[in-house]
């Protein structure tokens, strides 16, 4: 039982590459989430899939995708990295919105 | 807009010493409270929950907090910390509105001195 993968774990990219970050949960979980993490500010809701087939905005959408594939996987894509996006990167998913989330190990991405 | 307050930036106790890392949350109705531990490198584990009922909770690690309403705290306490406990906590609160989403403090780096 992995709990909640996210690949890869450490990223550079140059301004304006794109790329595709990649969680899944073994779970069964119902929601899942992605944050970016920055010096002083918590952890940021990026988007989040409170089910399969549905994705809502969080705090911080602008510059960012996500697909949820199917219920274990739920991917985050940036088309045109910026420097502004240099961030760690958190995947977590809940059985319900609202109860407990368990959290992936991280994602680091420098664009440059 | 609902929010989460934790204004210790950063803390350094002895270990052995009492700890206890404060968390304010704005005006709402009873909130879902949550404290998450983050080790350097790590992802967040959770250490606690409270959603109603008794208003002290025990977690992991030796951990308790307590929610107290009228102060609209819900503050971490540890009798004696170890050098483990060295980490970043967050005070997070679940917004059970339309947007339903988790609400992270800012964070508490606690620094333990041999």
């Known amino acids: 039982n992995a709990g909640v993968t996210q690949t890869p774990k450490f990223q550079v990219l140059k301004t304006g590459q794109s790329m595709t970050l990649q969680c899944a949960q073994d779970?069964?979980?119902?929601?899942m989430y992605w944050y970016r993490q920055d010096p002083g500010m918590g952890l940021r809701l990026i988007y989040y899939s409170a089910s399969e087939g549905t994705t809502d905005k969080g705090e911080v959408p602008n510059g960012y995708n996500v697909s949820r594939l199917n219920k274990r996987e739920f991917s985050l894509r940036l088309e045109s990295a910026a420097p502004s996006q240099t961030s760690v990167y958190f995947c977590a998913s809940s059985e319900l919105a609202g109860s407990e989330q368990y959290f992936g190990p991280g994602t680091r991405l420098t664009v440059t | 807009a609902q929010s989460v307050t934790q204004p210790d930036i950063h803390i350094t106790v002895s270990e052995g010493a009492s700890l206890e890392l404060r968390c304010n949350y704005s005006y709402g109705a009873t909130p879902y409270l949550f404290w998450y531990v983050q080790s350097p490198g790590q992802g967040l584990q959770l250490l606690l929950k409270y959603f109603s009922g008794d208003t002290l909770v025990q977690g992991i690690k030796g951990f308790e907090a307590e929610f107290k309403r009228s102060q609209s705290s819900f503050n971490l306490r540890k009798p004696s910390v170890h050098w483990s406990d060295a980490a970043e906590y967050f005070c997070?609160?679940?917004?059970?509105?339309?947007?339903?989403?988790?609400?992270f403090g800012s964070g508490t780096q606690l620094t333990v001195l041999p």
């Open positions: 779970m069964n979980h119902n929601s």
């Open positions: 997070v609160r679940f917004s059970s509105g339309s947007a339903r989403q988790l609400t």
